[in-house]
């Protein structure tokens, strides 16, 4: 062995463009290959941070018939799993919640975890310095930080180990440091601390997320079965509860949620299989350059074997070269997936507060799939069979050359073309999409505004002095010569928060009821905002709590609740309003407020002063406002003025943002950028790969050809005669790909229509310009092998056969 791989490192020394040219190209397939499968591992197949994973189950509540059809247990549900069940040894339950932190007086807002005390304990998670909360401390008043909470949001301040954090107005002794590898049991999101739930004063946490251990020698149908019979008796005790069972999963198999990992789990597939298509591609292509150097070598190899060298050892030469360059390339791929997954991890939503954390690695188990990967592609690639096949006598005697195996070609080189052509055309559909997204209008204008958004409730504020607050606020913004306009709202639009109310014309039956958005907004909005008020009037200082009750609506919902009749001074009733009916006093343009791509849809507003006590859920309940303020200068700037102006009313005032409003809806570009960037990047590489396998198929059928070709010139063919042979056998290749890639295309670019803006799925223009791309490129492609057919080399070759 060691002797032939130093026959194959000065084989391939000789030919350096060649061995560098496989190895890239080994290295992208490798390389994009390693990078899906690290992302893939990180979000499915890597099991949870905590003792024994595979004896850890989640509890949920299953209603087949509910929106959420796995959702939340209930306090009582744990606490009868805890005194019934003897297959469950332990169980334990945490609930997430927007929580306001502060340390060495700086606040921040961020998600925290309210769990029951013996929640590490049934885990079997420790802390990296210090310790962990148990169940005899559960009351007690004690947090334990997240490492990615403390590095990023204290410094990883040593002395806060022992010291105290407020979170929402009331302190907490920070007795712990979890590890960085653990971020609770929901991927993705990183908990900032986890507190007792036992020791939370401000409110009652929600409904709990259920975990619990196997005991020893019981199984998961053992604890399915007890929990049925659980569920029934909770069932017999409330009899108008809603139809549900208890359900345990495997906690390692619960990603996010049972009904969203189906769909992460087919997006993965996706990925993988693209990504394999690409692998299997770049072998195809690298098999025909390596065959064709094992046919420019044949007289080498025939000479070999007339020396003493048999056929076994000859292939396990070029097997040794093909090992070579495809572990050269794995090391360049698993380079270039390092810089891939560091990409990725970049890729995160941009969601306010959560902290949105996947961390693929290259650890031992990808490193492995590398070596493994590049082992099947030095296999795939050696062309140890041309040894098997070589005629030695006819090889030193000045026979022939080598002939068949040209239809592979015919095959794949059409294949990477519909290939390249899909991507490429969706690529370029999602690049035309976010370029139209820059120009449609979302119904008002976000130049020269600045938005902040804050909830002072979670900070231990009461209503009035939040109430209050907000009004100082407001005054001394609207007292500033650089303010135009400035008001409050419940939410943005096209943010990552969306509400709805039911609302029924006044004399119709509930029956006709509507779901469409609302928002709660107050004086201002609308002139901050540039929504435009058709007719009517905007909110006004006097719509308070005890003014009557007035809405306004967007010009969808008015024609189609009055579609006859004008809408101002019509009434409509609310769901869950206490005042069942509220006066339509203005009807202002249609907008965008869940996506750019969506159709028309109904809205509603309702003045911020009356949604607390007639708006269902019409806004945020925690008390949670944005002020929009729009401005005279620059919005970069003045979000420094806005700073110092709330730290002038509320120093400790903790912010989920504060920024320009441009800035704050860049996540509704985040898909389409998204799309565009893994779609253009997968197209670039099979453009790439499009134009070796070309090069490789043809410079593969002139090696075969080349007696034939030699012929031709010496009966009179020209070489433009020769040159055209080529290109046109290149070209009849390329049509074949481009027409079975726009039938592809078709079908495929259809499932981006929820990330396209202002384009067509089966825009003409597009698939236009990609397959003259592709055309034109396979010409380049086949501009050195139609060099090579049309050279004197051919009469040479001729003289010496």
């Known amino acids: 062995m060691i002797g032939d791989l130093t026959l194959a490192l000065r084989s391939l020394a000789r030919r350096p463009g060649y061995a560098l040219g496989v190895m890239l190209t080994l290295a992208l397939g490798i390389g994009m290959n390693t990078a899906a499968f690290g992302v893939v591992d990180a979000l499915l197949f890597e099991p949870p941070p905590v003792r024994e994973p595979d004896r850890l189950v989640r509890v949920f509540r299953h209603s087949p018939s509910a929106a959420l059809s796995f959702g939340p247990a209930s306090w009582d549900d744990l606490e009868a799993i805890r005194q019934q069940s003897g297959s469950l040894s332990a169980s334990a339950a945490f609930t997430q919640a927007l929580l306001a932190l502060e340390s060495s007086g700086v606040p921040h807002l961020g998600i925290g975890e309210l769990v029951s005390g013996d929640y590490f304990a049934v885990l079997g998670v420790e802390a990296e310095r210090g310790r962990v909360f148990d169940d005899s401390e559960a009351s007690h008043p004690l947090a334990v930080l997240g490492h990615r909470a403390w590095k990023h949001r204290f410094g990883g301040d040593e002395r806060l180990l022992g010291g105290s954090v407020l979170v929402n107005g009331h302190l907490f002794t920070v007795i712990g440091i979890l590890p960085e590898s653990f971020h609770g049991l929901t991927r993705g999101v990183s908990p900032e601390v986890w507190i007792p739930r036992a020791s939370v004063r401000w409110s009652e946490a929600g409904s709990p997320w259920v975990v619990a251990r196997l005991a020893p020698g019981h199984t998961l149908d053992d604890a399915r079965a007890e929990l049925e019979l659980i569920a029934r008796r909770s069932a017999r005790l409330e009899p108008n509860a809603p139809e549900s069972d208890l359900v345990a999963l495997p906690a390692a198999e619960v990603r996010i949620l049972p009904q969203l990992d189906g769909a992460l789990g087919d997006g993965a597939l996706l990925l993988m299989a693209l990504v394999g298509v690409v692998l299997l591609l770049t072998v195809v292509n690298v098999s025909h350059l390596t065959l064709v150097r094992g046919i420019e070598r044949r007289r080498e190899l025939a000479t070999r074997a007339a020396l003493g060298g048999g056929r076994w050892a000859l292939s396990r030469l070029l097997v040794v070269e093909a090992l070579v360059l495809a572990l050269a390339g794995g090391t360049l791929g698993a380079g270039l997936a390092a810089v891939l997954i560091g990409a990725s991890a970049r890729l995160r939503p941009p969601i306010p507060v959560v902290d949105v954390v996947v ?409 236009a310009l990609v397959s003259a791309l592709l055309v034109g490129v396979a010409c380049l492609a086949a501009e050195r092998p139609a060099r090579r057919a049309a050279g004197g080399a051919l009469l040479v070759s001729l003289r010496g056969d």
């Not at 070709?709 to 049509?735: T, Y």
């Open 359 to 767: 961390d693929p690695a290259l650890d031992l188990r990808v490193l492995g799939v590398t070596l493994a990967i590049s082992v099947l592609a030095a296999l795939a690639i050696a062309p140890a069979r041309f040894a098997a096949r070589l005629d030695i006598l006819r090889e030193l005697a000045g026979g022939p050359a080598l002939t068949g195996s040209r239809g592979r070609g015919r095959i794949f080189v059409p294949l990477q073309v519909a290939l390249s052509l899909v991507l490429l055309s969706a690529a370029g559909l999602c690049l035309r999409s976010l370029r139209n997204a820059g120009t449609l209008d979302p119904g008002f204008r976000s130049g020269e505004v600045v938005v902040a958004t804050m909830s002072p409730g979670l900070q231990g504020y009461s209503p009035e002095r939040a109430d209050g607050f907000f009004e100082s606020l407001l005054t001394r913004l609207r007292a500033r010569p650089d303010v135009v306009a400035a008001g409050f709202a419940s939410h943005l639009p096209l943010s990552f928060e969306w509400h709805e109310d039911r609302v029924t014309a006044e004399g119709r039956p509930t029956a006709d009821a509507l779901t469409v958005g609302a928002a709660g907004v107050g004086p201002g909005y609308f002139e901050s905002m540039g929504i435009a008020v058709r007719r009517g009037r905007a909110f006004e200082s006097s719509d308070g709590a005890s003014g009557p009750g007035v809405a306004l609506v967007n010009e969808t919902l008015a024609q189609r609740l009055w579609p006859a009749t004008e809408a101002v001074g019509r009434r409509l009733r609310v769901a869950g309003a206490e005042d069942a009916l509220v006066e339509v006093v203005g009807v202002v343009g249609d907008g965008r407020y869940r996506t750019l791509g969506e159709a028309p849809r109904g809205f509603l507003y309702r003045p911020l002063a009356q949604g607390g006590a007639s708006g269902a859920d019409a806004f945020v309940r925690s008390g949670t406002r944005t002020i929009v303020v729009r401005v005279t200068t620059p919005p970069e700037a003045f979000t420094g003025e806005l700073r110092g102006e709330l730290r002038a009313l509320e120093p400790n005032l903790a912010l989920i943002r504060l920024e320009p409003l441009d800035d704050a809806l860049g996540g509704v570009l985040w898909v389409p950028r998204v799309a565009a960037g893994v779609f253009g990047s997968f197209g670039l590489l099979a453009l790439a790969l499009a134009v070796t396998g070309i090069y490789g198929v043809l410079s593969f059928a002139v090696t075969l050809r080349r007696r034939e070709l030699g012929i031709r010139m010496a009966l009179g063919a020209r070489p433009s005669d020769l040159r055209r042979l080529v290109v046109q056998q290149a070209l009849a290749l390329v049509l074949t790909g481009v027409g079975l890639g726009l039938a592809s295309s078709f079908a495929v670019t259809r499932l981006l229509v929820v990330a396209l803006y202002g384009v067509s799925p089966t825009d003409p223009l597009t698939f």
